[in-house]
């Protein structure tokens, strides 16, 4: 019998895409920030959700690392078009581990968007989708 695949592990979460890595957690963190600056991403934000919880709350939680990104190009242009835009920036990617797999998930931006209720953002959303997932698939 096989062992099962990183892929079994990976929650279904609908509104983002998934991936299962057999890699450390600070090893992903490490590859994920590349990963997103080759593909034209700035990381604005790191919020270290164990630590925060740890701090706050005096309790413990599994890693979990959320990542605040953008594409300037692509805020600055969205913006334009939809002032109040700002309030669903930046994108989220998150790392979390879940039975010893660190776990990768990037929203899904054209869902996201779906709620401003201008179709004519979705080529730009698929365009940060198509981007967001490169990233993972990378890895």
Avoid: W
Wanted: hydrophobic residues 45%; contains cysteine.
């Amino acid at each position: 019998m096989s062992p099962l695949s990183p892929e079994a592990f990976v929650p279904k979460i609908p509104y983002g895409y998934t991936r299962a890595f057999n890699f450390p957690f600070g090893t992903t963190l490490t590859m994920v920030e590349a990963a997103l600056k080759t593909e034209g991403f700035g990381v604005l934000f790191q919020l270290d959700l164990k630590e925060k919880f740890k701090e706050k709350l005096g309790v413990d939680f599994t890693k979990y690392m959320v990542l605040g990104v953008c594409i300037p190009r692509l805020a600055y242009k969205g913006l334009q078009e939809e002032i109040g835009l700002g309030l669903l920036l930046p994108c989220n990617v998150i790392l979390f581990e879940k039975d010893r797999h660190t776990m990768v998930s990037a929203i899904d931006a054209v869902k996201m968007l779906s709620i401003v209720g201008r179709p004519e953002m979705r080529e730009m959303a698929e365009e940060v989708n198509d981007r967001l997932k490169r990233v993972i698939d990378r890895l």
